[in-house]
């Protein structure tokens, strides 16, 4: 989005928060005060009684998978085909597979992303489509017995945005219980941005173990991995490992307990949706006046223009996207004051001094390109 219009003095109080901290240490090798504070907090919104602190989202998932395997003692994994979870060899299966490898729609193929992954990895890692659970039933029952956990972006968002269908979080953590699997969200992308308690609060669904990121922190390289009081004992029984020296911080910590007590408070989330409505509705009146293939999709702070007409549901239906429009798309927004990232995956992040105005120029800028096309 193009760079905000007006000052915030809560972003100005996060950068007073850190630099403060900084003045008094950034690293003590140990917990600190506020740890418990920021925990708090995080328990409060995403209603997981115990946290670890970890430095980035690609830490969150890979913990989040240990305890997985070490609470229930197995070692297979089910995750979503196209969903990006980090860069650890655990989860890097399948991350947008070549179209000639990813294998039939209803039995993907799990492919290594990078070479250095182990086959023996990527051959415990089970791939599905999103929102089929047709498929997600069949694959546990061939498993039956062996599945840690089922890992999900509970919003999909390395392929543009792809919502759950309706009811589809809570059938998968029912399908993972019968199955004495966990259900793991990974909330990197959503934790703290579609809600204050991110999908968790959206959709009403409660996983056995979640994964944050930089967004609890204001951007700084922090993250947090919270579970059930009994997964999340298996680190104090010294069954399960979660160590790392920067974890829990102090200036992270400090940047996260600002952002989450002083910035992203529910004046934040009113002030979100109400940009969100005036994003969606904007883009939605452009495309309908020039009867264009696309839809908008819009969730508080978080948000995109898919470049189809039909609802995407998985990712062999963002194979359909025609990408030149994405591109073309992000070439007008660049050249008239808005900065996106590029490619047919694009999607935005609003912040708190983000204004009307700012998102007004992008629907403008979207206007004319609409303009363009239909001449």
């Known amino acids: 989005m193009p760079p905000p219009s007006r000052s915030s003095s809560t972003t100005a109080r996060a950068a007073a928060s850190g630099t403060s901290q900084a003045a008094r240490g950034?690293?003590?090798?140990?917990?600190?005060?506020?740890?418990?504070?920021?925990?708090?907090?995080?328990?409060?919104?995403?209603?997981?009684?115990?946290?670890?602190?970890t430095n980035s989202g690609t830490e969150s998932t890979l913990d989040a998978v240990r305890l997985a395997r070490g609470f229930t003692g197995r070692d297979r994994l089910i995750k979503i085909e196209a969903?990006?979870?980090g860069h650890h060899d655990a989860l890097l299966v399948s991350v947008e597979p070549p179209a000639d490898k990813m294998g039939p729609a209803d039995a993907p193929v799990s492919v290594p992303y990078s070479g250095g992954t182990p086959l023996t990895?990527?051959?415990l890692v089970t791939v599905v489509p999103f929102t089929n659970l047709e498929i997600l039933e069949r694959t546990l029952q061939k498993h039956l017995g062996e599945v840690?956990?089922?890992?999900?972006?509970?919003?999909?968002?390395?392929?543009?945005?792809?919502?759950?269908?309706?009811?589809?979080?809570?059938?998968?953590?029912?399908?993972?219980?019968?199955?004495?699997?966990?259900?793991?969200?990974?909330?990197?992308?959503?934790?703290?941005?579609?809600?204050?308690?991110?999908?968790?609060?959206?959709f009403g669904v409660?996983?056995?173990?979640?994964?944050?990121?930089?967004?609890?922190?204001?951007?700084?390289?922090?993250?947090?991995?919270?579970?059930?009081?009994?997964?999340?004992?298996?680190?104090?029984?010294?069954?399960?490992?979660?160590?790392?020296?920067?974890?829990?911080?102090?200036?992270?910590?400090?940047?996260?307990?600002?952002?989450?007590?002083?910035?992203?408070?529910?004046?934040?989330y009113a002030h979100f949706d109400a940009l969100a409505e005036a994003l969606e509705g904007g883009l939605r009146k452009v495309i309908?006046?020039?009867?264009?293939?696309?839809?908008?999709?819009?969730?508080?702070?978080r948000g995109c223009v898919t470049y189809r007409k039909e609802r995407v549901r998985n990712y062999r239906d963002y194979l359909t996207i025609d990408k030149?429009?994405?591109?073309?798309?992000?070439?007008?927004?660049?050249?008239?004051?808005?900065?996106?990232?590029?490619?047919?995956?694009?999607?935005?992040?609003?912040?708190?001094?983000?204004?009307?105005d700012d998102v007004l120029r992008y629907v403008r800028n979207f206007g004319e390109m609409a303009k363009a096309l239909s001449a």
């Open 288 to 301: 309908d006046d020039y009867e264009l293939p696309f839809h908008p999709i819009a969730l508080a702070a």
């Open 121 to 123: 990895v990527v051959e």
């Open 206 to 268: 409660t996983p056995d173990l979640v994964a944050l990121a930089k967004a609890i922190g204001g951007g700084l390289p922090c993250g947090a991995v919270g579970g059930r009081a009994d997964i999340m004992s298996t680190i104090d029984e010294h069954k399960v490992v979660q160590i790392g020296t920067f974890n829990g911080n102090p200036l992270t910590i400090a940047a996260s307990k600002t952002t989450l007590t002083k910035v992203l408070t529910p004046q934040a």
């Open 148 to 202: 840690a956990a089922i890992i999900v972006e509970p919003v999909m968002m390395n392929i543009g945005i792809v919502l759950p269908d309706e009811g589809y979080l809570a059938s998968v953590k029912d399908l993972a219980h019968r199955h004495g699997a966990l259900l793991i969200f990974d909330e990197v992308k959503t934790g703290c941005t579609i809600a204050a308690g991110g999908a968790t609060e959206r």
């Open 83 to 85: 969903s990006y979870h």
């Open 324 to 356: 030149k429009y994405a591109y073309l798309s992000w070439l007008y927004q660049c050249n008239r004051g808005v900065l996106m990232a590029p490619g047919a995956e694009e999607n935005w992040t609003l912040s708190v001094q983000h204004s009307e």
């Open 26 to 53: 950034t690293h003590f090798a140990q917990p600190v005060a506020d740890d418990a504070v920021v925990a708090q907090e995080l328990s409060r919104r995403f209603h997981q009684p115990q946290w670890r602190f």
